[in-house]
């Protein structure tokens, strides 16, 4: 267990709906990634955040969206669902946002567009 | 731009040997960290190993170690004494500073699936 949650496992949506995916880091940790692992597309990063403040922008999509909580909990916002947007949706936590932190990944929300 | 390069789409070993995994990358930063990660078919990423481009010494965690050639650009992964547990996909990644504003942006390969046979 990486100490890192993310709510829900699983989500089935029909296309052009919104959905939110939540992400809590592990106790201590100030920074939250959001990858995208699709089979076509491999693990893509997609945003981070550090302490509240977007740090790092990647492949997102302008429909996405993300924010970071005074809490440090972490939210990935998805609109306008497209077929394509079918992936696994990870969420990572480190320390501090620098070169040499490892990251602790959460399980993972399984996003199904129909 | 960064780019990370994992040639091997699938690597079988037997049970007990050893295996090296490849992964080579780019990078115009001086500074860049190296890492690799094994996801198992339940799906979750597991970090096993990380390289820092200043690290004078090979770094290694357990049966795991980095053969860190910096000249080459090339940092694979080798698992002594393979188990059947190994049997996983595995990601070579590199964190590395795009530019004056100091934003680091994690760049994964496509993976290496791992069969382990007994």
């Known amino acids: 267990d990486s100490g890192v949650t993310q709510t829900p496992k699983h989500l089935i949506t029909a296309t052009g709906q919104r959905v939110t995916l939540r992400c809590s880091p592990r106790s201590g940790d100030l920074s939250v990634y959001w990858y995208q692992q699709s089979l076509d597309q491999g693990l893509q990063f997609l945003i981070q955040y550090y302490n509240g403040e977007e740090r790092a922008k990647g492949n997102i999509l302008e429909r996405f969206s993300a924010q970071q909580f005074p809490d440090l909990h972490s939210e990935l916002n998805l609109s306008s669902l497209e077929l394509g947007d079918s992936a696994l949706y990870f969420c990572?936590?480190?320390?501090?946002?620098?070169?040499?932190?490892?990251?602790?990944f959460g399980p993972g929300t399984r996003l199904t567009v129909t | 731009a960064q780019k990370i390069t994992q040639t091997q789409p699938g690597m079988f070993v037997q049970e007990k040997e050893a295996v090296t995994l490849d992964c080579t990358y780019d990078?115009?930063?001086?500074?860049?960290?190296l890492f690799w990660y094994k996801q198992p078919s339940s799906g979750e990423m597991i970090f096993l190993i990380y390289?820092?481009?200043?690290?004078?010494q090979n770094a290694t965690e357990g049966r795991y170690s980095l053969n860190f050639q910096k000249a080459r650009k090339s940092a694979n992964l080798v698992i002594s004494a393979s188990q059947l547990g190994d049997s996983a996909m595995y990601f070579c990644?590199?964190?590395?500073?795009?530019?004056?504003?100091?934003?680091?942006?994690?760049?994964f390969g496509r993976g290496t699936s791992l069969i382990v046979h007994p």
């Open positions: 390289q820092g481009s200043y690290d004078q």
């Open positions: 990644a590199m964190r590395a500073a795009l530019g004056a504003g100091g934003s680091y942006i994690p760049t």
């Open positions: 990572a936590s480190s320390t501090n946002p620098g070169t040499g932190d490892e990251q602790y």
């Open positions: 990078t115009s930063d001086p500074s860049y960290g």
